[in-house]
């Protein structure tokens, strides 16, 4: 970009501002740090914002800043990933945004390529791909759309009717994630201001939806350069104070519900405030089946959010005589969780704490790497071995429960088999439990 004149001062203006937000990853954070500085395109500043780090993080921060002119840093108190960002956009000055979590990584040629796209087909983002690296494995994932560029009325036709939910529940359409994907700064800076700082799970995706509701282009790769790294360490917290839970996860939901209902509003330019003049975002307007779609598809995605901590979202879960969302598992019963992620971890210490169902085992394909991780899984192979009254699905994704479910079928009875019941899930009384009755 050059230089710019402010005020009689040449002040420096890069094409793209890097943004890092960081807590308590000094493990990771040079691997991270050296591979955005070992860039091609140059033409970039990084900001390191440190949310109140208490390990050795902040004086990497400082250590690479002092070697390094493009190198900011700000040091901050511990008030969460949205803050961070917040603080970060506010110093950036460049024309475009990437967003890099302190414990991931970058691949070479990422910014050349990511910022050439925005020049060269003229778009407000670009959707890349990205890798899933759990210990030594790494699974490439791609946004669930053809390549190429969208114009407003493609997006309005192909996207956003699959843009959060992609038919299945649950299935993505476009991933929230924000750092697989470049953006314009000023149309972030809007939309990231509008999240709310009380939010600890589910901020990306009230950020990114928001910013492509009001894109006229984007375009979509499966060029992949990113490296998410699933570990125990995160920008993410989460409490155990229920009702603060309740909160934040009922925040998240009316929040963007507001945000896509404004696109209903139709405007009279002859009425609207000077700042709205200059507001280019809720400027499109769409029709009621477009809006009432929209607020199904975040629906779903507040109940994939929710249903693996129903233990402290749910009103009246403990008082369930079922293990929910599974209507047909009951309390005393012998149950193998089949599914060592997130939700069937938090399964796993429900049972173990309260007793409601006796855990036998806790399986996952991918054992080994968890293993690594300390977390107490076995292999499938092992269900043959076991004395078990179910065997219960703790998995989110799709794809995934019907592989696994065509394969136990081909192995043990149906009637031992269950996966999370979607109606139960959708229905008014569920709804209601967790707060989201209308919308």
């Not at 598992?329 to 007793?355: D, F």
């Amino acid at each position: 970009m050059g230089y710019k004149n402010f005020g009689g001062e040449n002040k420096y203006m890069p094409k793209l501002s890097v943004i890092v937000p960081i807590y308590n990853v000094a493990t990771y954070l040079r691997e991270c740090l050296d591979s955005i500085l070992s860039q091609s395109f140059t033409d970039y500043e990084l900001i390191l914002v440190d949310d109140g780090s208490t390990d050795d993080s902040g004086a990497i921060c400082d250590e690479y800043a002092s070697n390094e002119k493009r190198v900011s840093v700000i040091h901050k108190d511990n008030e969460g990933l949205v803050r961070a960002r917040k603080t970060g956009l506010l110093m950036a000055s460049g024309d475009y945004v990437i967003c890099v979590d302190g414990d991931d990584w970058i691949e070479a040629g990422a910014f050349e390529y990511l910022a050439g796209l925005m020049d060269y087909e003229n778009v407000d983002i670009v959707l890349a791909a990205r890798y899933k690296d759990t210990g030594a494995s790494s699974r490439k994932i791609e946004q669930a759309f053809s390549e190429g560029r969208y114009d407003r009325s493609r997006i309005e036709k192909e996207i956003l009717p699959h843009m959060i939910v992609n038919d299945a529940f649950f299935r993505w359409g476009i991933s929230p994630n924000m750092w697989d994907r470049i953006f314009k700064r000023k149309k972030l800076l809007k939309c990231q201001m509008d999240v709310d700082d009380l939010l600890t799970m589910g901020e990306d995706a009230a950020c990114t939806y928001p910013y492509i509701l009001d894109c006229d282009s984007l375009y979509i790769t499966h060029k992949a350069f990113y490296h998410y790294r699933q570990t125990t360490t995160s920008m993410t917290s989460t409490s155990s104070d229920v009702e603060t839970e309740r909160k934040r996860f009922r925040t998240l939901y009316s929040s963007v519900l507001g945000l896509i209902r404004k696109r209903a509003i139709r405007r009279d330019s002859k009425t609207i405030s000077e700042s709205e003049a200059f507001d280019d975002t809720s400027r499109y307007v769409l029709d009621g089946n477009a809006i009432d779609d929209l607020c199904r598809q975040w629906r779903d995605y507040i109940l994939f959010l929710s249903v693996p901590r129903a233990d402290l979202l749910l009103d009246g879960f403990n008082d369930l005589d079922y293990l929910f969302p599974f209507p047909d598992v009951h309390k005393g019963e012998r149950i193998v969780i089949y599914g060592a992620g997130e939700y069937g971890q938090r399964l796993y210490r429900y049972c173990e704490k309260t007793g409601f169902c006796k855990v036998v085992a806790l399986v996952d394909r991918n054992y080994e790497e968890l293993k690594k991780q300390g977390i107490p899984a076995s292999s499938p192979s092992v269900i043959s071995e076991l004395e078990f009254d179910e065997i219960v699905l703790a998995i989110s994704f799709a794809e995934n429960r019907y592989s696994i479910m065509k394969d136990l079928r081909m192995k043990y009875p149906d009637k031992c088999i269950y996966e999370i019941d979607e109606n139960l899930i959708k229905s008014e009384n569920s709804l209601e439990a967790f707060g989201m009755k209308s919308f």
